[in-house]
């Protein structure tokens, strides 16, 4: 399970974005996208996942061109930086929310079974039928990356999904996260302004840099010989 970006440029208007990018993650990768704010790391994190098409250039994952393929169908997940949950559904039909509108008919056992499973991993058990305004903002961002787990995509994007938390709470989520997605066979792709996301979290880390990536490698090699 791999992403390969061959060529990638970007613009909004006339300002370009992302230039030239190329880069290619293997499989059981934790990439984290390390950037200044407005250096485009969410524009090729949306590009990545599908959610934008870019202007020139092309996406595969694992060697197929995904480059027009609408982002329903790809089997992907997206975190967002911001508390992204249904406020009238339980933190258990958020989760639950991908597995109700999958192509593929999932039975309400099923269901069940995975949602607390996926709860007991990021800690949720005990509120699973509580509304998100009723927990904590540490509480409403593990929903939302409970409910991209559930869908056991192969390719997971966070986009700076702690940076709306408290220094305490991003510590807790940091660990959590480490020890969640180190033993998964996709791809994580994780964009942050935030060194220490990289150095705590990830196996390779990308410096990006107006629009382009300037260093590329294992997260010590880099860090240890910038």
Not at 11 to 25: A, D, F, T
Not at 95 to 113: C, F, G, H, N, Y
């Amino acid at each position: 399970m791999t992403i390969r970006a061959e060529q990638i440029c970007q613009s909004h208007g006339r300002q370009p974005v992302i230039q030239n990018l190329s880069l290619e993650l293997e499989a059981g990768s934790f990439f984290t996208l390390l950037g200044p704010t407005g250096n485009g790391k969410t524009t090729l994190l949306r590009i990545l996942a599908g959610i934008e098409k870019p202007v020139s250039g092309r996406i595969f994952f694992d060697g197929v061109d995904v480059t027009d393929l609408p982002v329903q169908e790809r089997k992907i997940a997206f975190v967002y930086q911001q508390f992204v949950n249904y406020p009238s559904m339980s933190l258990f039909e958020n989760i639950a929310s991908p597995l109700r509108v999958a192509k593929k008919k999932i039975t309400e056992a099923e269901i069940q079974r995975k949602v607390m499973e996926t709860a007991e991993l990021l800690r949720l058990t005990e509120v699973v039928q509580h509304l998100p305004e009723e927990v904590s903002g540490g509480q409403r961002q593990r929903c939302a990356i409970a409910r991209a787990l559930v869908k056991e995509a192969k390719f997971i994007f966070l986009d700076e999904p702690l940076a709306n938390l408290d220094y305490k709470l991003r510590e807790e989520l940091r660990s959590e996260l480490k020890q969640i997605f180190k033993d998964r066979d996709g791809v994580v792709v994780y964009a942050t302004p935030e060194p220490i996301d990289a150095l705590m979290m990830a196996t390779h880390v990308g410096f990006l840099h107006e629009g382009s990536i300037l260093q590329f490698g294992n997260v010590l090699d880099v860090y240890h010989n910038p």
